[in-house]
């Protein structure tokens, strides 16, 4: 297996070779559904008003990688996403930049160049995305292209086929190369979590990212149903949080994929706030993977500014 | 830093009015004992004035619930009856707020408890008995199995509205009139009940509600013209009413204390298990007779579990009950909470090791921070006695053998709590286990379907399910 990046002994041995990561990722609790599910329905009941809600909102946005994955994509409609990107509400310039425009890696430089200067990250897919079915060679090539272009972060997929047969090593070896090949930019590893179907599954995923160095595990690709839901968010904070007891390092999670309003967006803050920590509710540490999320946020944020709804034509539909 | 703006529910929903009266032959009536003050337990003040029963009242309202069964709901047909049951159930869930409010205001449970749990499985008890009225026939319990009579009931201050549906619904779909005496500090939420009683046009007298201190529990309990009695409360009363009754004809059931362990296995999913253990012993501010207050957890898991045992109980939020994002409310009374306070005084001075939650406590009311005890061991008073609190008692266990003789050791055995990823020892562990209610991966779940009771000083006699019926019927 490839070396990996320092890690503490305890878990530098969980990477030695194949068969103990095996046993490593095979070793860590299981999950309870029914549990887990009881859990994340429970956090959902919160009731966030007022400044909280504002401020929920404002983060929310910030957090947001405002993304087009279509394969009518144009250099067009990728600088009409940058512009909504750096300003979200062109009537309100108070309303916070989003995190990132994620975009296919040969739209890349247009994003790059709109957003230049701006902050806002330029978050290309790569490896063969949605379905990782490549070679590494090629997954690899992608990634370096991405980069190149001016990607300053890289969501991979990880090779679904091989975690299901249980080909851990596979799996982490590729997240390693993907993540030398990302140079400086940060790697965000895309689960595909609609893929592998159970909580278990879920964890171990979650923990094999990890160990292999990604900055970022993400639910989905937004390509398979169920994408992001909250209870497999519940898990993968968890993984970042127990991650964190170990090593003391603080690693992001992004869920992708069907959120779509404020009230969905809230309900996972809530979960990052109270599961994986308040040290987890920035851009830095997690991110929401969406396209229509935006603008029902901008909706939100008018009605508690303005205290009535206006509607979606007061907001733009790039 | 992200805070929670205050979300309160509004009290205006419970309705409160200043004076409440019993309830006797389908009448809300003034009754002729000393008149009680109810007090909101989350800021002390009073809430209203509720008159209670004096012994004669206990008479008349025992002679009414004679009348109405002698006469109307002993003759009528199970298929009748569960039309007034149906339509208590649907009452209660177009009242749902407003009792839900009024449990937290009186009891002093959060909001989202009352609303969540309370409410809408005091309406599912209804539902269920319901329609059990016109299937008695079929309950295994013989052909044709009679009703006992004239029901007398007594319940606790933990689940004012819950308790009081776990014990009508049952008593009148058998066919049983009832007599029902609710805890001194929490009379309100059965009164507003007796009023749904009312809407729904049950006949005089099927169902009288006498609230009352102890003397009238006792005065009910000891009428000569009740038939069963169904108490739920202190093991200390409840031995009080089974020697009260020894040598007579009445039929008993007991729901008393408990002391529950939560077994926790090194292959139990851990961070589902700290899940079910701040619910076992968090939920209701552990007022639960059933809570998983004693926490054995294996040698070899047990750092790490407390560690996230600790992170997760330092999330729950401790405050006003009616706000619906608080977690963990107000202990029912100052005198709960002065024996909360010992008990803990106690486990410190027995030398187990005190931990608890940061969490800021308002000013006013009675209010305890959830705490957890490690290093505690068998012979201490926090491992043996009921605190009913938020209040844990951590012990360890190395092999299976030494959990179930751990988890045994109890003159209690109401529920008992199995965390493990493998199927085979929780069926090993359920029948080994003396508790009346074994959970496996989960804790306090309650559903009217399922017979919940318990063994030894923890009561006899089921509530709930096919079993329930029993207690309600002559058999």
């Known amino acids: ?318 | 830093m992200w805070e929670y703006a205050p979300a309160p529910e509004s009290r205006d929903i419970a309705n409160l009015k200043p004076n409440y009266r019993m309830f006797v032959d389908g009448q809300f009536v003034e009754g002729t004992g000393e008149p009680l003050k109810t007090v909101n337990p989350a800021t002390e003040e009073v809430l209203a004035e509720v008159s209670t029963a004096s012994k004669e009242d206990v008479d008349k309202a025992v002679k009414a619930a004679r009348r109405a069964y002698d006469r109307t709901w002993s003759k009528m047909p199970g298929s009748e009856r569960a039309k007034y049951i149906y339509r208590i159930a649907r009452l209660i869930q177009e009242r749902s707020r407003e009792l839900a409010v009024l449990e937290s205001l009186d009891n002093g449970k959060p909001i989202k408890e009352s609303r969540d749990v309370d409410v809408p499985t005091a309406a599912a008890h209804f539902f269920y008995h319901a329609g059990w009225a016109d299937k008695l026939s079929y309950a295994g319990y013989g052909p044709d199995p009679k009703p006992l009579g004239v029901a007398g009931q007594v319940i606790p201050w933990n689940f004012p509205l819950l308790m009081a549906a776990w014990k009508i619904a049952p008593a009148l779909a058998c066919g049983n009139t009832v007599v029902l005496k609710p805890a001194e500090t929490t009379p309100l939420s059965a009164l507003v009940l007796a009023e749904i009683i009312q809407q729904a046009d049950l006949p005089p007298g099927v169902v009288n509600i006498i609230p009352g201190a102890g003397d009238i529990g006792a005065t009910l309990v000891e009428h000569p013209d009740v038939n069963k009695v169904a108490f739920t409360g202190s093991t200390e009363v409840g031995k009080i009413i089974q020697r009260q009754l020894a040598g007579t004809s009445k039929k008993l059931t007991l729901e008393l204390g408990g002391k529950a362990a939560n077994v926790v296995f090194d292959d139990a999913p851990l961070d589902q298990a700290v899940e079910g253990i701040v619910n076992g012993i968090f939920f209701n501010q552990g007022h639960v007779c059933c809570a998983g207050s004693r926490l054995l957890v294996q040698e070899s898991v047990a750092d790490e579990l407390l560690e996230k045992l600790r992170v997760r109980v330092s999330t729950l939020r401790v405050g006003d009950p009616l706000d619906k994002n608080t977690d963990v409310g107000a202990i029912n009374s100052r005198e709960q909470l002065t024996k909360i306070q010992e008990l803990v005084e106690s486990g410190e001075g027995e030398g187990a090791s005190r931990w608890t939650s940061a969490c800021p406590l308002p000013d006013k009311g009675f209010f305890f921070a959830p705490t957890v005890f490690s290093n505690v061991s068998q012979a201490m008073r926090i491992a043996r006695e009921e605190i009913f609190g938020p209040v844990l008692s951590v012990l360890t266990f190395r092999t299976p053998d030494e959990a179930v003789a751990k988890a045994n050791n109890t003159p209690y055995g109401l529920s008992a709590g199995v965390w493990t990823e493998k199927g085979s020892r929780i069926l090993w562990m359920a029948q080994r286990m003396r508790a009346g209610v074994v959970w496996s991966n989960t804790f306090n779940r309650f559903d009217p379907t399922a017979p919940f009771g318990g063994y030894q000083e923890s009561g006899f006699g089921r509530e709930g399910g096919r079993t329930g019926l029993e207690a309600y019927l002559d058999v």
């Not at chain 1, 087009?68 to 909504?84: F, H, I, Y």
Request: hydrophobic share 40%; proline share 5%; glycine share 8%.
């Open chain 1, 1 to 318: 297996m490839a070396a990996p990046t320092t890690l503490p002994s305890a878990l530098a041995d969980a990477v030695r070779d194949e068969s103990s990561l095996r046993r490593f990722l095979h070793g860590l609790p299981g999950v309870d559904q029914v549990g887990v599910e009881q859990r994340a329905a429970g956090l959902g009941t919160r009731s966030i008003k007022k400044a909280s809600k504002m401020q929920a909102i404002d983060t929310a946005i910030s957090m947001v990688d405002l993304t087009t994955l279509e394969g009518a994509d144009t250099p067009g409609k990728v600088r009409s996403l940058a512009a909504k990107a750096r300003r979200p509400d062109p009537e309100r310039p108070d309303v916070p930049k989003v995190a990132a425009v994620c975009v296919y890696p040969d739209m890349v430089k247009t994003a790059a160049d709109e957003l230049k200067g701006t902050g806002i990250n330029v978050a290309s897919v790569a490896t063969a995305f949605p379905s990782g079915r490549s070679t590494l060679e090629i997954k690899l090539a992608d990634t370096r292209f991405a980069v190149e272009q001016g990607a300053t972060e890289v969501d991979m997929v990880i090779d679904r086929g091989a975690f299901l047969s249980g080909r851990y090593g596979l799996v982490f070896d590729e997240i390693v190369r993907v993540k030398e090949a990302c140079g400086d930019a940060h790697l965000k590893v895309i689960l595909e979590t609609g893929e592998l179907v159970t909580y278990d599954n879920v964890r171990r995923a979650s923990w094999l990212a990890l160990l292999a160095g990604g900055d970022f595990i993400k639910t989905s690709t937004g390509k398979v149903q169920p994408a992001a839901t909250l209870p497999v968010t519940h898990v993968m904070l968890q993984a970042v949080r127990d991650w964190h007891t170990q090593t003391g390092e603080l690693r992001g999670v992004k869920p992708a994929g069907g959120i779509r309003t404020t009230k969905d967006a809230i309900k996972y803050l809530v979960a990052v706030h109270e599961v994986a920590g308040p040290e987890w509710l920035n851009n830095h540490l997690f991110r929401f993977g969406a396209s229509t999320l935006l603008n029902d946020l901008l909706m939100q944020r008018r009605t508690q500014t303005d205290g009535h709804y206006s509607g979606p034509d007061y907001v733009t539909v790039d």
